[in-house]
């Protein structure tokens, strides 16, 4: 890695591409063979080094800094969503929680939550991780900043 992306270490990329892939601490914790606590400080400190906080936000900073690779192809069809439940995706990419995510969209956190439950049928996602690297993959999330983007709806919606 160059000296532009943060320094992650082994262990510390496999939590977050584990996180990426929809998994839970305790999950990433038996696939690596340690703890689910270690599992989680792994995570806690991959958020540290990349500036965010929520397992979502750190996989969007990771896929958009180059340490979670895209598929050379996209795979055949993008799932096919609303463009509100992809404004939710973006907010969701962003690192806010379902009460941040409604007070931006002017609408209730139990609305929010029932987009993030259809956009997780919709994508096949287990988790905000996982739906926030299916949109990375698929390109539902580009290069631009996801908050702003979601704000204003300006990215094009495949």
């Known amino acids: 890695m160059n000296g532009t992306r943060p320094l ?10 584990g996180a ?5 601490s305790r999950e990433i914790g038996r696939e690596l ?8 400080n792994y995570l806690c400190l991959t958020g540290e080094k990349l500036g965010v906080r929520r397992r979502a936000a750190m996989v969007d900073a990771a896929y958009r800094l180059g340490l979670l690779a895209r598929p050379d192809r996209p795979p055949a069809a993008a799932p096919r969503t609303t463009p509100r439940r992809l404004q939710v995706l973006r907010l ?6 379902d009460r941040e995510i409604a007070a931006e969209l002017y609408t209730s956190p139990g609305t929010v939550m029932s987009h993030a439950a259809q ?3 919709d994508l096949g996602a287990r988790s905000r991780a996982h739906a926030v690297a299916i949109g990375h993959q698929y390109g539902l999330l580009g290069a631009e900043d996801p908050a702003a983007t979601a704000r204003t709806g300006a990215a094009a919606v495949p």
């Open 92 to 97: 969701m990419a962003a690192g806010l929680s």
């Open 8 to 17: 992650l270490s082994r262990r510390q990329l496999q939590a977050l591409s």
């Open 119 to 121: 956009l997780y049928a």
């Open 33 to 40: 063979g340690i703890s689910d606590r270690t599992a989680a």
């Open 20 to 24: 990426a892939c929809g998994r839970t």
